[in-house]
């Protein structure tokens, strides 16, 4: 199935910077997701990302904390904007797993910790 | 009411049991259904996915029940590697929109 790279793999941010993660997918893939895991609580998804037009956001997430670029079909990026210590998170990216698997894969995740 | 409920757990089992875990989902236009793991301080990884007729992976049997709007995982033979999070994953009449749910725990001890 679809391979992820997704990094960095953790960072401490300063509050009020921003922080940009990636994911290379090693297979051209339509939609790339971002999800949020905050401590101890399951997946959110923050918005989906199709090469070649805007992200679609879920309710609760906006462009301008989370800018999401999708420059093509095998990579994305995430930025978590003017961060605050609320932001600390784990942040994954996931796609379809492709090659005859029905489901998805996710990348192994950047643990945010916003001091 | 959240889209997916399951058990938070944790299911505290000893090796060579067999094991089940149930999750709920609200809405009954969902679509797809998936079984994820989840070890601690890693990202989910794709157990299996679910069909309407059930599917069998080595120890593995995933049922859904559509009139009862429920998924299970049944685990037999239980295997110290299998301690981990087991997070319930409902598609919802919308390819993009996954909803999981906030996951069981197991552990299998010795």
């Known amino acids: 199935s679809a391979v992820i790279s997704q990094k960095p793999s953790r960072d401490i941010c300063q509050r009020g910077t921003s922080l940009t993660i990636q994911c290379q997918v090693d297979s051209q893939v339509t939609m790339m997701f971002w999800y949020r895991q905050q401590p101890g609580q399951s997946l959110t998804l923050i918005a989906t990302a199709n090469q070649g037009s805007e992200a679609t956001y879920e309710s609760g997430f906006v462009i301008d904390k989370f800018p999401i670029s999708r420059p093509n079909l095998t990579f994305s990026t995430l930025t978590v904007s003017n961060m605050s210590p609320e932001d600390s998170s784990i942040y994954l990216c996931?796609?379809?797993?492709?090659?005859?698997?029905?489901?998805?894969?996710f990348g192994s995740g950047t643990r945010l910790t916003v001091v | 009411r959240k889209e997916v409920e399951q058990d938070p757990g944790p299911f505290n089992v000893p090796e060579g049991a067999t094991v089940a875990f149930n999750c709920t989902y609200s809405n009954s236009a969902s679509q797809s259904f998936f079984w994820y793991r989840q070890d601690c301080r890693k990202e989910p990884k794709l157990l299996m996915s679910?069909?309407?007729s059930g599917n069998e992976d080595g120890r593995f049997t995933a049922q859904l029940n559509r009139a009862s709007q429920y998924i299970s995982l049944l685990i037999r033979d239980s295997k110290l590697s299998d301690s981990a999070t087991y997070l319930c994953?409902?598609?919802?009449?919308?390819?993009?929109?996954?909803?999981f749910g906030s996951g069981t725990k197991l552990n299998v001890k010795p």
């Open positions: 996931s796609v379809e797993a492709g090659e005859g698997v029905y489901g998805y894969t």
């Open positions: 994953v409902v598609n919802i009449n919308n390819f993009n929109k996954f909803y």
């Open positions: 679910v069909y309407s």
